[in-house]
């Protein structure tokens, strides 16, 4: 979710918290008079009147989800269709985005030489980082700024000249890749498929070590390799950015969605 709809949740909050308070107050006082006022045998609504599905919070919850949907529409009425941080990535040419509207993973791919390479990213994590506002700091300019929140992703390498396949699992943060994990798998296909069969695989197979207690030299070499492959800042910036304008899409979408669904 976007840092200004994680805002809106922080007040909202303390906002219900207040007028709970007072409605409960409010309802105490009106329940009085009403058992003062109202005969015992007057009934005021009839049970057998609802709208939607047959449950009494349908109406009220589908004017909520609507009133979201609305302000949601509002805050991207003004973006452009494609942001211009996307327009600019697509622009050199380097990597291809594969996303697939509903889905929260994101996959860049391209051709180096004989090897095939895709980087693959969800966008799940940014959605608990952005509620932190602990995070916030203060930049060079003495002026406050958020951190840019972790974003996990997985690298996998093939060659078309060699079996085999070389994943390498890195966090994306502050423009840079952080490497964890290296592993090699001797079929291509069970090191890149994302089946839950290939990945149940996978765990009974040795990852390889932690890439910090490699020899320091062997760990420049590997970032040197990823360098040269196009895994670079540019990319690293443009994963967060990436994410957080395709979560905001897909909210939209969920929210009319589910809207439809309760008032169906």
């Given amino acids: ?20 308070r007072q409605t409960i107050g ?9 058992s003062v006022s109202t005969p015992t045998s007057a009934r005021a609504f009839s049970v057998s009147t609802r709208r939607f599905g047959e ?13 979201e949907l609305q302000y949601e529409k509002e ?21 291809s985005i594969e996303d697939v509207p509903g889905n929260d993973e994101v996959t860049l791919s391209r051709k180096f030489g ?18 932190d506002f602990e995070n916030e700091t203060e930049n060079d300019d003495g002026e406050e700024a958020l951190n840019v929140y972790p974003i996990r992703a ?12 070389l994943n390498v699992d890195m966090i994306c943060q502050e423009g840079h890749f952080i490497v964890e994990n290296i592993s090699f798998y001797n079929d291509a296909k069970l090191g890149t498929d994302l089946t839950a069969e290939a990945d149940w695989k996978r765990r009974g197979l040795y990852i390889g070590p932690q890439f ?9 070499e590997f970032e040197k390799y990823l360098q040269e492959r196009g895994v670079n800042e540019t990319v690293a910036l443009f994963i967060p950015e990436y994410a957080e304008w395709k979560e905001q899409q897909e909210y939209v979408k969920w929210l009319g969605k589910v809207k439809s669904f309760i008032d169906a």
């Fill in 154 to 165: 997985s690298l996998s390498l093939t060659k078309t000249t060699g079996p085999g396949a």
């Fill in 212 to 220: 910090d207690t490699l020899d320091v030299a062997v760990q420049e």
């Fill in 55 to 67: 449950g009494n919070s349908d109406v009220i919850l589908s004017q909520k989800l609507a009133e």
């Fill in 1 to 20: 979710m976007s840092a200004i709809r994680a805002l809106r949740q922080l007040t909202a909050t303390s906002a219900r918290t207040f007028a709970a």
């Fill in 26 to 34: 409010a309802t105490r006082t009106l329940a009085a008079r009403v």
């Fill in 114 to 131: 004989n090897e095939t390479i895709r980087l693959t990213f969800s966008i799940a994590d940014i959605q608990a980082e952005e509620e």
């Fill in 75 to 95: 805050a991207l009425a003004d973006a452009d269709v494609v942001p211009d941080f996307l327009k600019t990535f697509q622009s050199q040419g380097v990597w």
